[in-house]
């Protein structure tokens, strides 16, 4: 077994459970055996854990829980999606503001930064989008190259470390966002319409594109997430 099998275990084997932040888990031994994997495999799943902030090991203490939801890193995030693991409705609405607070700030820095290649490079892609749409094939990985594009020409690297991980954790949804009739063509207009307004510098007319844009996609996946499972006090 590989360790990202036995993370596929671990993870939600905690969830389950019941855990809380602060409380110690089973032993590495108690681990390796109800898994039946090697003391090495779980060691490495285990330095996993702990290198995204999900788990601490203290010294001649124990294996304890940090705080998931506000200590873990953004990588966790991406792992969970790779995991397969679901997505609750607080789930999408705390990832779709992260990548608005990203993105506005990107937009609004492109406006004033861009180059001729930042240009070249979004109507490359732009360009590829409209050709996969013509020949019925997903728009998956051009919806996210053209995103990370946008990120790149705010000429701010932090921003685009982070929309990265966004990304990433988004590729199962994508692939299904992109399956079904309509998404691509929206999704080509408004990027166009992005495209057009930051090669202006038209800083107000990006925005409301973007604003409609990322509207459309959070109604789409708000509909497609079990409402039991929104944050508690939310409409």
């Given at each position: 077994m590989e360790t990202q099998q036995v993370l596929a275990r671990i993870l939600p084997f905690i969830r389950e459970r019941g855990?809380?932040?602060?409380?110690?888990?089973?032993?590495?031994?108690?681990?390796?055996?109800?898994f039946q994997v090697s003391r090495g495999i779980l060691r490495e799943a285990l330095a996993t854990l702990e290198a995204m902030r999900v788990l601490e090991r203290r010294p001649q203490s124990g294996i304890y829980l940090k705080d998931i939801a506000t200590e873990a890193s953004l990588d966790m995030v991406v792992l969970e999606s790779d995991l397969g693991m679901p997505v609750s409705a607080a789930d999408v609405l705390d990832l779709n503001q992260f990548r608005s607070m990203l993105e506005i700030q990107a937009v609004t820095l492109a406006c004033q930064r861009r180059t001729e290649q930042d240009m070249d490079h979004?109507?490359?892609?732009?360009?590829?989008?409209?050709?996969?749409?013509?020949?019925?094939?997903?728009?998956?990985?051009?919806?996210?190259?053209?995103?990370?594009?946008?990120?790149?020409?705010?000429?701010?690297?932090?921003?685009?470390?982070?929309?990265?991980?966004?990304?990433?954790?988004?590729?199962?949804?994508?692939e299904q966002y992109f399956s079904e009739p309509g998404n691509a063509k929206r999704s080509i207009t408004q990027h166009t319409a992005l495209r057009n307004a930051i090669a202006?510098?038209?800083?107000?007319?990006?925005?409301?594109?973007?604003?409609?844009?990322?509207?459309?996609?959070e109604r789409y996946w708000m509909g497609h997430v079990q409402p039991a499972n929104a944050r508690p006090g939310q409409d």
């Amino acid at each position: 077994m590989e360790t990202q099998q036995v993370l596929a275990r671990i993870l939600p084997f905690i969830r389950e459970r019941g855990y809380q932040p602060g409380e110690r888990i089973p032993s590495e031994r108690e681990l390796a055996e109800r898994f039946q994997v090697s003391r090495g495999i779980l060691r490495e799943a285990l330095a996993t854990l702990e290198a995204m902030r999900v788990l601490e090991r203290r010294p001649q203490s124990g294996i304890y829980l940090k705080d998931i939801a506000t200590e873990a890193s953004l990588d966790m995030v991406v792992l969970e999606s790779d995991l397969g693991m679901p997505v609750s409705a607080a789930d999408v609405l705390d990832l779709n503001q992260f990548r608005s607070m990203l993105e506005i700030q990107a937009v609004t820095l492109a406006c004033q930064r861009r180059t001729e290649q930042d240009m070249d490079h979004l109507d490359l892609i732009l360009t590829a989008s409209r050709a996969r749409h013509a020949a019925g094939q997903s728009l998956s990985e051009q919806d996210a190259q053209f995103h990370m594009a946008l990120c790149a020409a705010s000429g701010n690297r932090l921003i685009q470390r982070a929309a990265n991980s966004f990304w990433l954790a988004s590729r199962a949804r994508r692939e299904q966002y992109f399956s079904e009739p309509g998404n691509a063509k929206r999704s080509i207009t408004q990027h166009t319409a992005l495209r057009n307004a930051i090669a202006q510098g038209d800083t107000g007319k990006a925005l409301d594109v973007l604003n409609q844009h990322l509207g459309n996609v959070e109604r789409y996946w708000m509909g497609h997430v079990q409402p039991a499972n929104a944050r508690p006090g939310q409409d």
